[in-house]
Protein backbone atom coordinates (compact mmCIF):
# COMPACT_ATOMS: atom_id res chain seq x y z
CA UNK A 1 0.00 0.00 0.00
CA UNK A 2 2.99 2.35 1.22
CA UNK A 3 4.40 1.64 -2.45
CA UNK A 4 1.43 2.38 -3.92
CA UNK A 5 0.86 5.78 -2.33
CA UNK A 6 4.65 6.74 -3.35
CA UNK A 7 4.06 5.94 -6.78
CA UNK A 8 0.87 7.85 -7.05
CA UNK A 9 2.08 10.67 -5.29
CA UNK A 10 5.62 10.35 -6.79
CA UNK A 11 5.92 14.33 -7.98
CA UNK A 12 4.91 15.76 -4.48
CA UNK A 13 8.40 14.30 -3.10
CA UNK A 14 9.67 17.74 -5.10
CA UNK A 15 9.04 20.82 -3.39
CA UNK A 16 8.41 23.39 -5.90
CA UNK A 17 5.56 21.22 -6.88
CA UNK A 18 3.96 21.02 -3.43
CA UNK A 19 4.32 24.57 -3.24
CA UNK A 20 2.17 24.51 -6.25
CA UNK A 21 -0.18 22.31 -5.55
CA UNK A 22 -1.31 23.58 -2.16
CA UNK A 23 -1.90 26.41 -3.54
CA UNK A 24 -3.78 25.67 -6.65
CA UNK A 25 -5.94 23.29 -4.89
CA UNK A 26 -7.69 25.91 -2.76
CA UNK A 27 -7.81 28.19 -5.43
CA UNK A 28 -9.58 25.63 -7.90
CA UNK A 29 -11.96 24.85 -5.26
CA UNK A 30 -13.17 29.07 -5.51
CA UNK A 31 -13.15 28.45 -9.03
CA UNK A 32 -15.67 25.82 -9.08
CA UNK A 33 -17.93 27.60 -6.77
CA UNK A 34 -17.80 30.11 -9.50
CA UNK A 35 -18.13 28.19 -12.12
CA UNK A 36 -21.03 26.79 -10.95
CA UNK A 37 -22.70 30.03 -9.02
CA UNK A 38 -21.93 31.25 -12.80
CA UNK A 39 -24.32 29.31 -14.96
CA UNK A 40 -27.40 29.29 -12.03
CA UNK A 41 -27.07 33.20 -11.95
CA UNK A 42 -27.12 33.48 -15.73
CA UNK A 43 -30.07 31.63 -16.02
CA UNK A 44 -31.61 32.58 -13.03
CA UNK A 45 -31.29 36.14 -13.68
CA UNK A 46 -31.91 35.86 -17.80
CA UNK A 47 -33.96 32.19 -18.10
CA UNK A 48 -31.94 32.16 -21.33
CA UNK A 49 -30.15 29.40 -23.25
CA UNK A 50 -28.13 31.68 -25.63
CA UNK A 51 -26.88 34.02 -22.96
CA UNK A 52 -26.05 30.82 -20.79
CA UNK A 53 -23.79 29.86 -23.64
CA UNK A 54 -22.53 33.47 -24.43
CA UNK A 55 -21.00 33.75 -21.24
CA UNK A 56 -19.10 31.04 -21.31
CA UNK A 57 -18.25 31.55 -25.03
CA UNK A 58 -16.80 35.53 -24.09
CA UNK A 59 -14.79 33.56 -21.11
CA UNK A 60 -12.70 31.64 -23.50
CA UNK A 61 -12.69 32.75 -26.75
CA UNK A 62 -10.04 35.46 -27.15
CA UNK A 63 -7.56 32.13 -25.97
CA UNK A 64 -8.39 31.66 -30.50
CA UNK A 65 -6.28 34.93 -30.63
CA UNK A 66 -4.26 35.46 -28.20
CA UNK A 67 -2.75 32.18 -26.83
CA UNK A 68 -0.48 31.07 -30.19
CA UNK A 69 1.19 34.41 -29.54
CA UNK A 70 1.51 33.63 -25.66
CA UNK A 71 2.74 29.68 -26.91
CA UNK A 72 5.59 31.11 -29.22
CA UNK A 73 6.62 33.78 -25.85
CA UNK A 74 6.31 31.40 -23.25
CA UNK A 75 9.29 29.60 -24.77
CA UNK A 76 11.41 32.27 -24.07
CA UNK A 77 9.39 33.67 -20.81
CA UNK A 78 10.41 33.74 -17.26
CA UNK A 79 7.13 31.66 -17.05
CA UNK A 80 6.81 31.42 -12.59
CA UNK A 81 6.98 35.72 -12.80
CA UNK A 82 4.04 35.29 -15.49
CA UNK A 83 1.54 33.11 -13.98
CA UNK A 84 2.07 35.25 -10.58
CA UNK A 85 0.91 38.84 -12.62
CA UNK A 86 -1.75 36.42 -13.89
CA UNK A 87 -3.29 35.65 -10.39
CA UNK A 88 -2.96 39.22 -9.65
CA UNK A 89 -5.54 39.62 -12.58
CA UNK A 90 -7.39 37.38 -12.18
CA UNK A 91 -8.05 38.82 -8.21
CA UNK A 92 -8.87 41.97 -9.78
CA UNK A 93 -10.97 40.70 -12.27
CA UNK A 94 -13.31 38.17 -9.84
CA UNK A 95 -13.15 41.33 -6.85
CA UNK A 96 -15.20 43.75 -9.29
CA UNK A 97 -17.58 40.79 -10.30
CA UNK A 98 -18.54 39.93 -7.12
CA UNK A 99 -18.86 43.66 -5.76
CA UNK A 100 -21.26 44.75 -9.02
CA UNK A 101 -23.12 41.33 -7.98
CA UNK A 102 -23.53 42.39 -4.14
CA UNK A 103 -24.58 45.96 -5.07
CA UNK A 104 -26.74 44.77 -7.59
CA UNK A 105 -25.18 46.65 -10.10
CA UNK A 106 -25.48 44.04 -12.47
CA UNK A 107 -28.76 42.67 -12.91
CA UNK A 108 -31.92 41.24 -14.96
CA UNK A 109 -32.06 45.09 -16.97
CA UNK A 110 -28.27 45.36 -17.04
CA UNK A 111 -26.36 42.56 -18.66
CA UNK A 112 -23.36 44.38 -20.35
CA UNK A 113 -21.64 44.37 -17.19
CA UNK A 114 -21.16 40.56 -16.76
CA UNK A 115 -20.49 40.25 -20.70
CA UNK A 116 -17.51 42.47 -20.26
CA UNK A 117 -15.94 40.79 -17.54
CA UNK A 118 -16.75 37.12 -18.93
CA UNK A 119 -14.50 38.94 -21.73
CA UNK A 120 -11.74 40.35 -19.57
CA UNK A 121 -11.80 36.85 -17.78
CA UNK A 122 -11.73 35.61 -21.46
CA UNK A 123 -8.11 37.43 -21.85
CA UNK A 124 -6.57 36.51 -18.77
CA UNK A 125 -7.04 33.10 -19.07
CA UNK A 126 -5.77 33.13 -22.69
CA UNK A 127 -2.20 34.57 -20.75
CA UNK A 128 -2.72 31.46 -17.86
CA UNK A 129 -3.52 27.93 -19.88
CA UNK A 130 -0.79 28.06 -21.98
CA UNK A 131 2.32 29.26 -19.35
CA UNK A 132 0.67 27.21 -16.57
CA UNK A 133 0.55 23.55 -18.85
CA UNK A 134 4.49 24.57 -19.70
CA UNK A 135 5.64 25.37 -16.28
CA UNK A 136 4.57 21.67 -15.12
CA UNK A 137 8.43 20.37 -16.70
CA UNK A 138 9.89 23.40 -14.76
CA UNK A 139 8.39 22.56 -12.01
CA UNK A 140 9.40 18.77 -11.82
CA UNK A 141 12.81 19.28 -13.72
CA UNK A 142 12.35 15.45 -14.42
CA UNK A 143 10.68 13.95 -17.39
CA UNK A 144 10.27 10.47 -15.84
CA UNK A 145 7.87 12.38 -13.16
CA UNK A 146 6.01 14.71 -15.98
CA UNK A 147 3.55 11.96 -16.19
CA UNK A 148 2.70 11.74 -12.93
CA UNK A 149 2.88 15.36 -11.82
CA UNK A 150 -0.14 16.20 -14.95
CA UNK A 151 -2.12 13.27 -13.49
CA UNK A 152 -1.95 14.58 -9.67
CA UNK A 153 -2.75 17.95 -11.74
CA UNK A 154 -5.74 16.73 -12.90
CA UNK A 155 -6.72 14.73 -9.31
CA UNK A 156 -6.23 17.95 -7.61
CA UNK A 157 -8.36 20.07 -10.36
CA UNK A 158 -11.25 17.06 -9.79
CA UNK A 159 -11.18 17.09 -6.12
CA UNK A 160 -11.99 21.06 -6.20
CA UNK A 161 -14.43 19.78 -8.91
CA UNK A 162 -15.79 17.79 -6.44
CA UNK A 163 -16.00 20.14 -3.52
CA UNK A 164 -16.28 23.19 -5.27
CA UNK A 165 -19.88 22.81 -6.97
CA UNK A 166 -21.79 20.96 -3.63
CA UNK A 167 -20.34 24.30 -1.81
CA UNK A 168 -21.56 26.14 -4.38
CA UNK A 169 -24.82 25.08 -4.52
CA UNK A 170 -25.29 25.61 -0.77
CA UNK A 171 -23.48 28.68 -0.58
CA UNK A 172 -26.22 30.10 -3.18
CA UNK A 173 -29.07 28.91 -1.30
CA UNK A 174 -27.52 30.16 2.10
CA UNK A 175 -26.69 33.68 1.30
CA UNK A 176 -26.09 34.68 -2.72
CA UNK A 177 -24.28 34.54 -5.75
CA UNK A 178 -22.16 37.25 -4.62
CA UNK A 179 -21.09 36.32 -2.23
CA UNK A 180 -20.09 33.00 -4.06
CA UNK A 181 -18.30 35.02 -6.49
CA UNK A 182 -16.27 37.36 -3.45
CA UNK A 183 -14.59 33.79 -1.81
CA UNK A 184 -13.96 32.99 -5.17
CA UNK A 185 -11.74 35.92 -5.49
CA UNK A 186 -10.47 35.47 -1.90
CA UNK A 187 -9.29 32.12 -2.92
CA UNK A 188 -6.65 33.71 -5.46
CA UNK A 189 -4.34 34.42 -2.36
CA UNK A 190 -3.10 31.58 -1.40
CA UNK A 191 -2.08 30.74 -4.69
CA UNK A 192 -0.27 34.17 -5.18
CA UNK A 193 1.78 33.46 -1.85
CA UNK A 194 2.69 30.03 -2.79
CA UNK A 195 3.87 31.21 -6.09
CA UNK A 196 6.31 33.58 -4.55
CA UNK A 197 7.80 30.88 -2.62
CA UNK A 198 8.70 28.57 -5.38
CA UNK A 199 12.68 29.07 -6.79
CA UNK A 200 13.39 28.20 -10.65
CA UNK A 201 16.37 29.36 -12.82
CA UNK A 202 16.33 29.73 -16.09
CA UNK A 203 18.81 29.18 -18.20
CA UNK A 204 20.35 32.17 -20.49
CA UNK A 205 18.39 31.72 -23.39
CA UNK A 206 20.18 32.19 -27.12
CA UNK A 207 18.65 35.66 -28.89
CA UNK A 208 16.00 35.66 -31.29
CA UNK A 209 16.46 34.96 -34.97
CA UNK A 210 12.76 34.60 -36.56
CA UNK A 211 9.36 36.52 -35.89
CA UNK A 212 7.04 35.71 -33.41
CA UNK A 213 4.51 34.87 -36.41
CA UNK A 214 7.35 32.06 -38.33
CA UNK A 215 7.22 30.56 -34.72
CA UNK A 216 3.56 30.40 -34.60
CA UNK A 217 3.78 28.83 -38.22
CA UNK A 218 6.17 26.52 -37.19
CA UNK A 219 4.62 25.25 -34.21
CA UNK A 220 1.46 24.51 -36.67
CA UNK A 221 3.46 22.80 -39.26
CA UNK A 222 4.96 20.49 -36.88
CA UNK A 223 1.69 19.90 -35.28
CA UNK A 224 0.16 18.51 -38.64
CA UNK A 225 3.49 17.23 -39.79
CA UNK A 226 3.63 14.86 -36.69
CA UNK A 227 0.07 12.07 -36.88
CA UNK A 228 0.26 11.40 -33.03
CA UNK A 229 0.34 15.16 -31.98
CA UNK A 230 -2.53 16.03 -34.77
CA UNK A 231 -4.70 12.78 -33.57
CA UNK A 232 -4.17 14.15 -30.45
CA UNK A 233 -4.93 17.67 -31.00
CA UNK A 234 -8.18 16.73 -33.59
CA UNK A 235 -9.62 14.27 -30.22
CA UNK A 236 -9.33 17.49 -27.88
CA UNK A 237 -11.29 19.56 -30.36
CA UNK A 238 -14.17 16.82 -31.04
CA UNK A 239 -14.63 16.23 -27.37
CA UNK A 240 -14.35 20.00 -26.71
CA UNK A 241 -16.62 20.75 -29.36
CA UNK A 242 -19.45 18.54 -28.50
CA UNK A 243 -19.07 16.70 -25.37
CA UNK A 244 -17.41 19.22 -22.91
CA UNK A 245 -20.50 21.47 -23.36
CA UNK A 246 -22.70 19.25 -21.69
CA UNK A 247 -21.17 21.94 -18.33
CA UNK A 248 -23.49 24.61 -20.45
CA UNK A 249 -26.63 22.60 -20.60
CA UNK A 250 -26.84 21.28 -16.64
CA UNK A 251 -28.42 24.13 -14.64
CA UNK A 252 -30.97 23.65 -17.79
CA UNK A 253 -31.49 20.05 -16.53
CA UNK A 254 -31.13 20.63 -13.09
CA UNK A 255 -33.93 22.95 -13.52
CA UNK A 256 -36.04 21.72 -16.30
CA UNK A 257 -35.99 18.26 -16.75
CA UNK A 258 -35.08 16.97 -13.36
CA UNK A 259 -37.47 19.67 -11.66
CA UNK A 260 -34.86 20.67 -9.11
CA UNK A 261 -32.82 24.01 -8.19
CA UNK A 262 -29.31 24.88 -7.24
CA UNK A 263 -28.47 22.33 -5.16
CA UNK A 264 -29.33 19.69 -7.96
CA UNK A 265 -27.45 21.30 -10.23
CA UNK A 266 -24.21 20.70 -7.08
CA UNK A 267 -25.23 17.25 -6.87
CA UNK A 268 -25.09 16.76 -10.56
CA UNK A 269 -21.85 18.35 -10.89
CA UNK A 270 -20.39 17.26 -7.89
CA UNK A 271 -20.92 13.37 -8.93
CA UNK A 272 -19.44 14.48 -12.03
CA UNK A 273 -16.37 15.54 -9.83
CA UNK A 274 -16.09 12.08 -7.92
CA UNK A 275 -15.98 10.19 -10.98
CA UNK A 276 -13.13 12.33 -12.47
CA UNK A 277 -11.70 12.19 -9.57
CA UNK A 278 -11.60 8.54 -9.68
CA UNK A 279 -9.89 8.88 -13.18
CA UNK A 280 -7.00 10.83 -11.96
CA UNK A 281 -5.97 8.67 -9.55
CA UNK A 282 -6.11 5.74 -12.25
CA UNK A 283 -4.30 7.67 -14.29
CA UNK A 284 -1.60 8.73 -11.44
CA UNK A 285 -1.15 5.23 -10.31
CA UNK A 286 0.08 4.23 -13.80
CA UNK A 287 3.84 4.52 -13.70
CA UNK A 288 4.63 5.33 -17.31
CA UNK A 289 2.58 6.09 -20.35
CA UNK A 290 2.58 2.41 -22.02
CA UNK A 291 -0.90 1.52 -23.36
CA UNK A 292 -1.71 5.06 -22.81
CA UNK A 293 -3.29 5.31 -26.23
CA UNK A 294 -5.74 2.70 -25.99
CA UNK A 295 -7.40 3.70 -22.90
CA UNK A 296 -7.68 7.27 -24.67
CA UNK A 297 -9.49 5.72 -27.01
CA UNK A 298 -11.43 3.80 -24.51
CA UNK A 299 -12.86 6.09 -22.10
CA UNK A 300 -13.69 8.21 -25.44
CA UNK A 301 -16.46 5.51 -25.62
CA UNK A 302 -17.82 5.31 -22.20
CA UNK A 303 -18.09 9.13 -21.70
CA UNK A 304 -20.23 9.32 -24.98
CA UNK A 305 -22.20 6.29 -24.07
CA UNK A 306 -22.87 8.31 -20.76
CA UNK A 307 -23.64 11.51 -22.43
CA UNK A 308 -26.35 9.80 -24.46
CA UNK A 309 -28.06 7.81 -21.57
CA UNK A 310 -27.43 10.79 -19.43
CA UNK A 311 -29.79 13.16 -22.12
CA UNK A 312 -32.51 10.61 -22.21
CA UNK A 313 -32.66 10.46 -18.25
CA UNK A 314 -35.64 12.10 -16.23
CA UNK A 315 -34.58 10.14 -12.97
CA UNK A 316 -31.70 11.91 -10.36
CA UNK A 317 -30.22 8.53 -9.34
CA UNK A 318 -29.57 7.85 -13.00
CA UNK A 319 -28.58 11.29 -14.33
CA UNK A 320 -26.32 11.03 -11.04
CA UNK A 321 -24.87 7.62 -12.34
CA UNK A 322 -24.41 8.51 -15.42
CA UNK A 323 -22.73 11.21 -14.18
CA UNK A 324 -19.61 9.16 -12.72
CA UNK A 325 -18.89 7.99 -16.34
CA UNK A 326 -19.41 11.20 -18.30
CA UNK A 327 -16.91 12.94 -15.65
CA UNK A 328 -14.28 9.90 -15.12
CA UNK A 329 -14.66 9.61 -19.17
CA UNK A 330 -14.34 12.72 -20.00
CA UNK A 331 -11.55 13.77 -17.29
CA UNK A 332 -9.43 10.64 -18.58
CA UNK A 333 -10.00 11.29 -21.86
CA UNK A 334 -8.64 15.04 -21.70
CA UNK A 335 -5.95 13.93 -19.13
CA UNK A 336 -4.15 11.48 -21.22
CA UNK A 337 -4.27 14.07 -24.42
CA UNK A 338 -2.43 16.36 -22.37
CA UNK A 339 0.13 13.76 -21.04
CA UNK A 340 0.82 11.89 -24.47
CA UNK A 341 1.35 15.27 -25.80
CA UNK A 342 4.03 16.44 -23.00
CA UNK A 343 5.82 13.11 -22.95
CA UNK A 344 5.99 13.12 -26.85
CA UNK A 345 7.10 16.46 -28.17
CA UNK A 346 10.09 17.97 -28.67
CA UNK A 347 11.32 20.58 -25.91
CA UNK A 348 11.99 22.68 -28.35
CA UNK A 349 8.34 22.78 -29.80
CA UNK A 350 6.94 22.10 -26.23
CA UNK A 351 5.26 26.35 -25.66
CA UNK A 352 4.11 26.21 -29.07
CA UNK A 353 2.65 22.65 -29.37
CA UNK A 354 1.15 23.39 -25.37
CA UNK A 355 -0.52 26.71 -26.79
CA UNK A 356 -2.39 24.67 -29.59
CA UNK A 357 -3.48 22.47 -26.98
CA UNK A 358 -5.18 25.18 -24.88
CA UNK A 359 -6.12 27.59 -28.03
CA UNK A 360 -7.85 24.20 -29.12
CA UNK A 361 -9.29 23.86 -26.04
CA UNK A 362 -10.30 27.39 -25.33
CA UNK A 363 -11.27 28.53 -28.78
CA UNK A 364 -13.39 25.62 -29.39
CA UNK A 365 -15.06 25.40 -25.98
CA UNK A 366 -17.16 28.40 -26.70
CA UNK A 367 -18.27 27.31 -30.11
CA UNK A 368 -19.11 24.47 -28.43
CA UNK A 369 -21.55 26.25 -25.67
CA UNK A 370 -22.76 28.85 -27.95
CA UNK A 371 -23.50 25.82 -30.21
CA UNK A 372 -25.48 23.63 -27.30
CA UNK A 373 -27.47 27.06 -26.29
CA UNK A 374 -29.00 27.91 -29.68
CA UNK A 375 -29.46 24.10 -30.24
CA UNK A 376 -31.23 23.75 -26.65
CA UNK A 377 -32.81 27.43 -27.75
CA UNK A 378 -35.04 25.19 -30.81
CA UNK A 379 -35.00 21.70 -29.85
CA UNK A 380 -34.70 21.21 -26.23
CA UNK A 381 -31.25 20.44 -24.06
CA UNK A 382 -32.05 16.60 -24.32
CA UNK A 383 -31.88 16.57 -27.74
CA UNK A 384 -28.40 18.54 -28.21
CA UNK A 385 -26.86 16.60 -26.22
CA UNK A 386 -27.56 13.12 -27.55
CA UNK A 387 -26.62 14.49 -30.83
CA UNK A 388 -23.47 16.04 -29.28
CA UNK A 389 -22.70 12.48 -27.81
CA UNK A 390 -23.27 10.38 -30.48
CA UNK A 391 -20.61 12.56 -32.57
CA UNK A 392 -18.25 11.78 -30.09
CA UNK A 393 -19.48 7.81 -30.20
CA UNK A 394 -18.38 8.28 -33.93
CA UNK A 395 -15.13 9.87 -33.66
CA UNK A 396 -13.81 7.14 -30.60
CA UNK A 397 -14.68 3.76 -32.45
CA UNK A 398 -13.08 5.84 -35.63
CA UNK A 399 -9.92 5.65 -33.58
CA UNK A 400 -9.89 1.95 -33.01
CA UNK A 401 -9.24 1.84 -36.88
CA UNK A 402 -6.16 4.50 -36.04
CA UNK A 403 -4.41 2.90 -32.86
CA UNK A 404 -1.49 0.65 -34.79
CA UNK A 405 -0.66 3.86 -36.95
CA UNK A 406 -0.85 5.80 -33.32
CA UNK A 407 1.07 3.55 -31.38
CA UNK A 408 3.86 2.78 -34.67
CA UNK A 409 3.93 7.01 -34.40
CA UNK A 410 4.52 7.48 -30.74
CA UNK A 411 7.53 5.54 -30.68
CA UNK A 412 9.26 6.83 -33.08
CA UNK A 413 8.76 10.24 -32.04
CA UNK A 414 9.82 8.72 -27.99
CA UNK A 415 13.01 7.81 -29.82
CA UNK A 416 13.55 10.53 -32.15
CA UNK A 417 13.30 13.40 -29.49
CA UNK A 418 14.51 11.51 -26.49
CA UNK A 419 11.79 11.27 -24.49
CA UNK A 420 11.53 7.36 -24.46
CA UNK A 421 11.99 7.55 -20.64
CA UNK A 422 8.22 8.04 -19.56
CA UNK A 423 7.79 4.78 -21.51
CA UNK A 424 9.27 3.13 -18.30
CA UNK A 425 8.33 3.26 -15.34
CA UNK A 426 10.49 5.88 -12.92
CA UNK A 427 12.58 4.51 -9.36
CA UNK A 428 10.27 5.34 -6.34
CA UNK A 429 13.58 6.92 -5.01
CA UNK A 430 13.46 11.10 -5.56
CA UNK A 431 15.11 13.84 -4.46
CA UNK A 432 13.14 16.75 -2.64
Known sequence: MIRF?????????????RLFFSGQAISLIGTWIQRTTMGWYVYRLTNSAFLLGLVTFLSMIPSLFISPFVGAWSDRWNR???????????????????????????????????????ALQGIIVAFDSPVRQTLLIDLIGDKKKLPNAIATNSAMFNGARLIGPALGGVLIILFSEGVCFAINAVTYLPVIITLNLIRISYPKLKPVTTSTINQIIDGYRYVYRSFPIRFL??????????????????????????NGNSGTQGLLMSTAGIGALIGSFVLASKSSIKGLEVRLIAVGVVASTALIVFSRSTSLILSMTMMLFIGFGLMMNNASTNTLLQSLVSDEMRGRVLSTYTTTFMSISPFGALLAGIISNYFGAQFAMMCSAIICLIWSLNGIRLLPRFSKGMLKMLVLNSNSAVYRAPRLRTNP
Do not use: C, G, W
Request: no cysteine; aromatic share 12%; proline share 3%.
Open 80 to 118: HKVLIYVQIAFLVQNTILAALVLTNVINSELIYPLLLLA
Open 233 to 258: IMNLAVYTMFAFSYSTLIPIFAKDVL
Open 5 to 17: LKRTFISLSIRNY
